[in-house]
């Protein structure tokens, strides 16, 4: 199985209806990570959460939600999806410990995500 | 602010042709560096990484990458390319202490037979 999983793996939508994007994890990590991912512009961070209290904005932000519902699950919305925001978004997960160099992002499969 | 450059959009190789992906980061301190691969409709997998120590780092699939501070450059090589190995490859730059990656735009390799 899977270590990081994300649903759906495809999704259409309309301009204005609220899409929800679900991230879920085994490998026992505290931190993870939404990315989107466009043509020529690699990937970039949307949200991070270092653990279940702790939800920080990445460099874009706007007009995504997040929420960590606990350690091994990390939802991503869009309130009211935008033509612009058709993407392909990423979860990762990471475990940074103290002193430890094993701070590493894994990556979920991706969701590939149409806004007509 | 930190930055990562892949000069190369598209490369293509024949099969059994060495390969160089190119690499070069803005950052203030020593980075922790990472090539990762995306296949077609498959999500990034990590080829390598440096954090410290031998600047001559071997990952999987027979990649390796130099960590070269005099140019900042983080460039990934392998010396006999599979046609297996035609992907999108990433590489990024990672704060310390924070765990964010910063990703460069990324080369698609092609591989000819």
């Known amino acids: 199985d899977a270590d990081v999983t994300q649903t759906p793996r495809n999704r259409i939508t309309k301009t204005g209806k609220r899409i929800m994007l679900e991230c879920s994890q085994t490998k026992g990590h505290d931190r993870m990570y939404w990315y989107r991912q466009d043509p020529g512009l690699g990937l970039r961070l949307i949200y991070y959460s270092f653990d279940v209290k702790d939800i920080n904005k990445g460099e874009i932000s706007d007009g995504y939600s997040v929420s960590r519902q606990a350690q091994a699950k990390f939802s991503l919305s869009l309130e009211s999806a935008i033509p612009n925001q058709t993407a392909l978004y990423f979860c990762?997960?990471?475990?940074?410990?103290?002193?430890?160099?094993?701070?590493?992002?894994?990556f979920g499969p991706g969701t590939r995500l149409t806004v007509l | 602010a930190q930055s990562v450059t892949q000069p190369d959009i598209h490369i293509t190789v024949s099969e059994g042709a060495s390969l160089e992906l190119r690499c070069n980061y803005s950052y203030g301190a020593t980075p922790y560096l990472f090539w990762y691969v995306q296949s077609p409709g498959q999500g990034l997998q990590l080829l390598l990484k440096y954090f410290s120590g031998d600047t001559l780092v071997q990952g999987i699939k027979g990649f390796e990458a130099e960590f070269k501070r005099s140019q900042s450059s983080f460039n990934l090589r392998k010396p006999s390319v599979h046609w297996s190995d035609a992907a999108e490859y990433f590489c990024a730059v990672g704060t310390r202490g924070y765990n964010k990656l910063i990703f460069g735009a990324g080369t698609r390799l092609a591989v000819h037979p």
């Open positions: 990762a997960t990471s475990d940074l410990g103290a002193g430890s160099s094993t701070d590493t992002q894994y």
